[in-house]
Every structure is written in C-alpha cells, then in structure tokens.
T-cell receptor, first 114, second 115 residues
Framework: ETGVTQSPTHLIKTRGQQVTLRCSSQ?????VSWYQQALGQGPQFIFQ???????GRGNFPPRFSGLQFPNYSSELNVNALELDDSALYLC?????????????FGPGTRLTVL | AQSVTQPDIHITVSEGASLELRCNYS??????LFWYVQSPGQGLQLLLK??????LVQGIKGFEAEFKRSQSSFNLRKPSVHWSDAAEYFC?????????????FGRGTQLTVWP
C-alpha cells in the first residue's frame, strides 16, 4: 500500500506567476484535502475534493483552485502568486465514510515566492 | 467557530523525562481529536486519535492522550522522552461537519530534547 505522495518537493516562483502542485492519494482513498502551512504556524484548510467535486473550502481567495481526477489524484493551482503564498503545501487523503475517518498526509511541497 | 489552542509554543525536556503537551479546543459537541507530529522538512504523521469511547487513547511511539470533556482538553503525554521525539507536535480537531474530515490545527508545540 503506497502512502500519499506530492510533487514537486520544492518550488521557487516569482510574484504574479502561476503554480501547479500535485498529489497522489493513498490507495483506496476517495477524498483529498489541501492545507497551507506558513512558517511557524499550523496547517490551514484550503479546500477538499470528494469524488471529483469540491466539498468545502476554507478562507482562501478564488485564485486558489483545484482538481481531483478519476484516479483520485489531485492538483492545487495558485494564480497570481503573492509573497504571502510562500508556505509548505500539504495534501491529505482519506476514505470518506470509512471506519476511521482519518486523514493521511503527504510530505508536502515547499513553495517559495520571490 | 472551531478553534484549537496549544498554549506552549516551545517545550524543552531532558531525555528520559516525562512529557505533557497541552491542547484545548472550542467546539459545541465532541469532535474527533488528533495529534500529529512533524519532523523538520516532513509532512504530518498521525500519532493517535480519539473518536469516542475510552477517553485514554494509546498511540504510536509510546504516546498517549486523554480526552477531558469538562475541560475541552486533549493533552498528549509520554512517560519517558527519547531524543528522537524532538519535533513539532500539532493538535487537530475535526468538527464532523459537512466537509468530510476538515481539520482545524493548533499552532504547534516545538519539542526540544536535551541529551
């Protein structure tokens, strides 16, 4: 059983650019959530996808968008990057309706915006 | 709104000493409760979780946590800390709302272990 994987590991962009981060869910999971973790802070919920539909969104602007694919992998897209978008982006997968209702996290993508 | 408070930003203990990390939450009912650990440059690893039942839960790496409804607390404990336990610890709450498994995290407690 493979865990949650994310790519790339690190990324450097400049203000105004666009970025796409990728996540492969743990085998058998149908839900993926994305979190932003700024330096020295706990992760903040961005949004969640369940069966390819957005299923809840945190307090993030529309320039943060996502996709979930039929194989339950996912992308996080951020447009018009700002300096404050520099953070560790974490993906978590879960089996909705499963017995454990537990989120399993990937290693994250470190985004630096210059 | 749901909130999670970890009042200790940084804790230092000697190897072999006992450890307690505090977590308080604000929520109307009993949420699902979690402790995660994060090593430098790593993602979050689940230590333990509480959904219902016995209020003392056992986790991996010798950690345990106790849910106290009257205090809205879910403190993490370990009787004897190892140097490899040095990491950042996050308490999280799932409010069991319409979004499946939406977690609210505290700001974390950084644990330093002296040899």
């Amino acid at each position: 059983e493979t865990g949650v994987t994310q790519s790339p590991t690190h990324l450097i962009k400049t203000r105004g650019q666009q970025v796409t981060l990728r996540c492969s869910s743990q085998s058998g999971h149908n839900t993926v959530s994305w979190y932003q973790q700024a330096l020295g802070q706990g992760p903040q919920f961005i949004f969640q996808y369940y069966r390819e539909e957005e299923n809840g969104r945190g307090n993030f602007p529309p320039r943060f968008s996502g996709l979930q694919f039929p194989n339950y992998s996912s992308e996080l897209n951020v447009n018009a990057l700002e300096l404050d978008d520099s953070a560790l982006y974490l993906c978590a997968s879960a089996l909705a309706g499963g017995r454990t209702d537990t989120q399993y996290f990937g290693p994250g993508t470190r985004l630096t915006v210059l | 709104a749901q909130s999670v408070t970890q009042p200790d930003i940084h804790i230092t203990v000697s190897e072999g000493a006992s450890l307690e990390l505090r977590c308080n939450y604000s929520y109307g009912a009993t949420p699902y409760l979690f402790w995660y650990v994060q090593s430098p440059g790593q993602g979050l690893q689940l230590l333990l979780k509480y959904f219902s039942g016995d209020t003392l839960v056992q986790g991996i790496k010798g950690f345990e946590a106790e849910f106290k409804r009257s205090q809205s607390s879910f403190n993490l404990r370990k009787p004897s800390v190892h140097w490899s336990d040095a990491a950042e610890y996050f308490c999280a709450v799932d409010d069991r709302g319409s979004t499946l498994g939406r977690l609210y995290f505290g700001r974390g407690t950084q644990l330093t272990v002296w040899p």
